[in-house]
């Protein structure tokens, strides 16, 4: 089975600055795909980006972006320009080219906090 | 609708009571998860349906939890025999397909408190 650990439990940056949230995976698959999601205080879960794993390129969505190391099984998040509305729960995600059976598996997630 | 959403936000009810949670997801999904979010855990997966069958339900924890979608469209979760243990936040999700490349569509969750 495969399994996503996020080891910062919370992390705090300042406005406008720049960020980093750690994600590593074990999995013996050679093929899948990475996730990462925001849920903010009203639940619903959010997806922010989006990797495949047989892509070399790091994906990106304006002021995200993923530092994706496939021997690694790493797969950090990076925001730029950190604003208020980033403030959420971030939370890494897996999952197998199966498709549909056994879903997303989730990391514990990071709380990440926005100083103004 | 305009996303997914899911009756009711909160429930409240006493240990061995029943219980049901309700899912309508986004027109026209086909693909239908359940995660259930324990406090300060990530989502863990549930059950998939892809139309009115149950694709997969190996993270069902036990006999006592059972879901069902006999459209093709809302679902229901429902809960036997509830536990203290079964408290934590159910979270619906809904996609286009069952393709790992179909985006998944969260609703707001409802939360399940059993004293």
């Known amino acids: 089975a495969q399994t996503v650990t996020q080891s910062q439990p919370e992390m705090s940056v300042q406005e406008a600055e720049t960020v980093t949230l750690s994600c590593t995976y074990d999995?013996?698959?050679?093929?899948?795909?990475l996730f990462w999601y925001k849920q903010p205080p009203s639940r619903q879960m959010i997806l922010v980006i989006r990797q495949e794993a047989y892509k070399q390129q790091n994906a990106t969505e304006n002021r995200f972006s993923v530092n994706f190391q496939k021997a690694a099984k790493s797969f950090s998040l990076k925001i730029s320009d950190s604003q208020l509305g980033d403030a959420a729960m971030y939370f890494c995600?897996?999952?197998?080219?199966?498709?549909?059976?056994?879903?997303?598996?989730f990391g514990k997630g990071t709380h990440l906090i926005i100083q103004p | 609708g305009a996303g997914v959403s899911q009756t009711p936000s909160n429930k409240v009810t006493e240990k061995g009571k029943y219980v049901e949670l309700r899912c309508d997801p986004i027109s026209g999904h086909t693909a239908l998860y359940w995660y259930r979010q324990s406090l300060g855990q990530g989502p863990e997966f549930l059950i998939y349906?892809?139309?009115?069958?149950?694709?997969?339900d190996s993270g069902l924890p036990n006999d006592r939890f059972f879901a069902v979608r006999p459209e093709g469209s809302v679902s229901t979760l429902k809960i036997q025999r509830t536990e203290r243990g079964d408290s934590a936040v159910y979270l619906c999700?809904?996609?286009?397909?069952?393709?790992?490349?179909?985006?998944?569509?969260f609703g707001p969750g409802t939360r399940l408190t059993v004293l």
């Open positions: 349906f892809q139309g009115t069958g149950a694709a997969d």
């Open positions: 999995t013996s698959e050679s093929d899948y795909y």
């Open positions: 999700a809904s996609s286009l397909g069952g393709w790992v490349t179909d985006t998944q569509y």
């Open positions: 995600a897996y999952r197998s080219p199966g498709g549909g059976a056994d879903g997303l598996t």
